[in-house]
């Protein structure tokens, strides 16, 4: 399984109501996506001062790395990244993305 972790420094000036229609954007993409399993979105809750600026997460899990390769070229997921991307402080520079590929140890 591959745990695609997500985080973002959302602008300011995103309201709430715009967070939450990126991430029912990308929950959607289960319905077209195969092999993509569960979906979390979540403001950091960590007490650490370890966030540097970024404010909110999402992972995804996918079956495999097959199911997460088809989800990076998939036209649903473009769009609803070209969504994220505007949102998100510097355009990709507001993102960090990371993947852990949970087979392994």
């Not at 070209?82 to 993305?97: H, K, S």
């Amino acid at each position: 399984m591959i745990r695609h972790c997500v985080f973002a420094r959302f602008r300011s000036d995103v309201s709430p109501t715009e967070r939450t229609a990126i991430h029912a954007d990308l929950e959607a993409l289960r319905q077209v996506i195969e092999g993509m399993e569960t979906v979390h979105f979540s403001a950091n809750a960590s007490p650490e001062p370890f966030a540097r600026g970024f404010s909110h997460g999402f992972t995804i899990d996918f079956r495999d790395a097959a199911a997460r390769d088809a989800y990076l070229v998939h036209e649903a997921h473009q769009r609803a990244g070209a969504r994220l991307v505007a949102a998100v402080e510097g355009g990709t520079d507001g993102l960090m993305v990371f993947d852990l590929d949970l087979t392994k140890t």
